[in-house]
């Protein structure tokens, strides 16, 4: 059975956890029958990646849209049996998923976290008009849905949509998360403010919380004199700039350390820096970046939003709401753990990602549900 992706970017701005996401289950799906993934890509591609289609964008970044797409669609679209979009509203989905229809073959829609209400209020008029324009007519002709958690089933039902469902999450691959750091990238994280830290790692947003978690930070760090915490990420939008500014005012200034983007070993070196995770999101899919910290033996400081409850009932890290004293008494707990109990949480929290995350046992899942459509 032969699959083909499509997702907006693989690079680490403009796709994030989504193009990593969908670059996952490609290359999990490829021993399956085959896989392909098509994305679009700035003026340069980026790393390559086996059957992986990188088509330039033309037009405003925004729109994912290439020139190229039409074509490189028509043939690939008729070569597979299965066609999987990993996201909405953008043109590659104008793209691949109107050849999809026109060609008769099954769609599988991977929301991926879009029909959060956090998410479908943001922009609201633009994905109003994208919907009429074609993604209605592609969630009309979805032969499959995949939701990352029964959080998500709800929200693909509230929608209308009756076709089948199945539950899968994003994963990792454990060789990805085992490899060897050059010196180069250890002494990246070297610097420290503090013998011990806690990591941020994920886009520089407004949904990822930071204005949670910096001024949580600056109320309790000077009771937590060993502890920094480590920012670590693209900025989207500009928005690292209101971060300095939180930073500023945090009163913590001493104790945060910003760091830019990351990916492939130098990410592995990040996480091996650190001693705990932090994400304070207001809205997620399912983050790929707690599975990797995880995944690296860190135990994690997560909100309900990031929808993983079953680490903390794992005892890998303490879950919390997205607000201020909710997070911040989450925060205390895991920065009051003597080092023996922070290892423990970390080794629970990976062996639940040894058991249920990694993308080979998800992949052989998705193939399956899939066959059994067709």
């Known amino acids: 059975m032969k699959n083909l992706h499509f997702v907006q970017s693989v690079e680490n701005l403009q796709g994030g956890g989504l193009g990593q996401a969908a ?108 919907s009429i324009l074609f993604e209605n007519r592609n969630f009309r002709h979805v032969k499959l849905w995949r939701a990352l958690t029964r959080k998500e089933v709800g ?100 104790q945060i350390h910003v760091f830019g983007s990351v990916r492939g070993s130098r990410k592995v070196a990040a996480f091996r820096s650190s001693n705990l995770f932090v994400l304070s999101s207001y809205s997620e899919g399912f983050p790929v970046a707690i599975v990797e910290a995880a995944a690296h033996r860190l135990p994690c400081v997560i909100t309900t939003e990031c929808n993983f409850p079953e680490l903390a009932e794992a005892n890998g890290g303490w879950e919390s709401l997205p607000t201020r004293e909710s997070f911040s008494e989450s925060l205390r707990a895991a920065l009051s753990c003597d080092d023996m109990e922070l290892r423990q949480r970390g080794e629970m929290g990976r062996h639940l990602v040894e058991q249920k995350y990694t993308w080979p046992n998800i992949a052989r899942s998705m193939h399956d549900a899939c066959a059994a459509l067709l």
């Open 23 to 130: 670059l996952g289950m490609h290359h999990a799906m490829q021993p399956l029958g085959g896989s392909t993934l098509i994305t679009t890509c700035g003026a340069h591609q980026i790393e390559q990646h086996d059957r992986c289609i990188q088509c330039k964008r033309t037009g405003p970044d925004s729109l994912y849209f290439s020139s190229e797409l039409t074509k490189v669609a028509r043939e690939n679209v008729h070569d597979a049996d299965w066609v999987h979009g990993h996201g909405f509203y953008v043109g590659t989905n104008a793209v691949i998923g109107g050849q999809a229809i026109k060609q008769g073959k099954a769609l599988c829609y991977h929301p991926h976290g879009f029909f959060d209400p956090w998410i479908l209020n943001r922009s609201r008029w633009k994905k109003r008009l994208v």
């Open 155 to 254: 929200q693909i039902r509230a929608l209308g949509f009756s076709q089948p469902i199945e539950i899968l999450p994003n994963g990792i691959r454990m060789e990805e998360i085992d490899q060897p750091t050059t010196s180069e990238d250890d002494a990246a994280f070297s610097k420290r403010l503090r013998p011990k830290r806690a990591l941020f790692l994920g886009r520089i947003h407004p949904k990822k919380g930071l204005d949670i978690l910096i001024p949580v930070w600056g109320q309790i760090a000077k009771q937590f004199p060993d502890w920094e915490l480590a920012i670590v990420g693209p900025d989207e939008g500009g928005y690292l700039a209101t971060v300095e500014e939180m930073i500023r005012q945090s009163g913590a200034a001493d």
